[in-house]
């Protein structure tokens, strides 16, 4: 299989006058990957994607894409990314299918093929019966599903794609989500944004950045492994404060023991533990040892955005 990266970022630096906005970002993107580029507004994603896309110079530093330069093989690079930006210029007088006529035209592709290639996305994407509408009169969903299938009427190997669902109503979000999700089966999909729940659901690694630097890189099972050193094992148990804090007052591992009672049978006992250790099977031995009613055994978990909390105010406690 061909092993080379589809994006490859080496310090890359943009400047401003008096504004760093990319601070000599590193990161690579897989074949066949789906990430999310994960960071608030200003953080520098826009930017990034900018560069990335062609659309932008970089101050000093290297981008490629799928091998090629971006700065120095800038047409080799477009040929093989559809990019839809954050404020989609879509033209609103056309039709749909004038519209992606005319983009699958620009991208280069025959007759034959845009004809095949319209047909295929306007499928994909949810458009057929309203392909013979002007793009104006649509909704902002549907100018987002125009928008999706203009990106990939070429078959490129990489789509970017700016804040996908913003200012979606809810309906519209899940079915755009849906669409990034199929698109990933056959395509590096590169997706930038700031709302957490959006990477959670549709990405299969997360990269995130703040203030122009990449503060990580990873799926999120492993971000949250690595945040899981506080995590808690909470139990309730039919037993006594006392006895249960007796029973666990020298067991391994354990930082910290928390132990209230919350009705007449049951206390609820809060465990932090040592290094981040699980301690649920041995929680629950010895609970069955005492012979003791167990009605919940859970581990906290971090979401997404405890994860990005968590580092960009380690970010700032270090400044």
Known sequence: MDATPIIEVIDLVKQY?????????????????????????????????????????????????????????????????????????????????????????????????????IDAVLNQCGLTEVQNRIIGQLSKGFRQRVGL???????????????????????????????????????T??????????????????????????????????????????GQVIAEVAASAESVAEAFRDFPDLEALDVTVIDDDFVRAAFTPRNGHDLRALIYDQVVQRGWKLRELTRSRHSLEDIFVHLTKNRKEER
């Open 17 to 117: 006058p008096g504004r760093t906005a990319l601070d000599r970002l590193n990161f690579v993107v897989g074949p066949g990957e789906v990430v999310g580029f994960l960071g608030p507004n200003g953080a520098g994603k826009s930017t990034t994607m900018r560069i990335l896309s062609g659309f932008l110079p970089a101050t000093r530093g290297t981008a490629r894409v799928a091998g090629y330069d971006v700065f120095h093989e800038a047409e080799e690079v477009r040929r093989r990314i559809g990019y839809m930006p954050e404020n989609n210029p879509l033209h609103l007088d056309m039709r749909v299918r004038e519209y992606l006529k005319f983009r699958a035209r620009l991208k280069g592709l025959g007759w034959r093929r845009r004809r095949q290639r």
């Open 149 to 187: 299938a203009d990106a990939f009427v070429h078959e490129p190997d990489l789509i970017i794609l700016d804040e996908p669902t913003i200012g979606l109503d809810p309906h519209q979000i899940r079915a755009v989500r849906a669409l990034i999700k199929e698109l990933g089966r056959k395509h």
């Open 189 to 230: 999909v590169f997706l930038s944004t700031h709302i957490l729940s959006e990477v959670e659901m549709t990405c299969s690694r997360v990269i995130i950045i703040h203030q122009g630097r990449i503060l990580a890189a990873d799926t999120t099972d492993n971000l949250e492994r690595q945040l899981a050193l506080d």
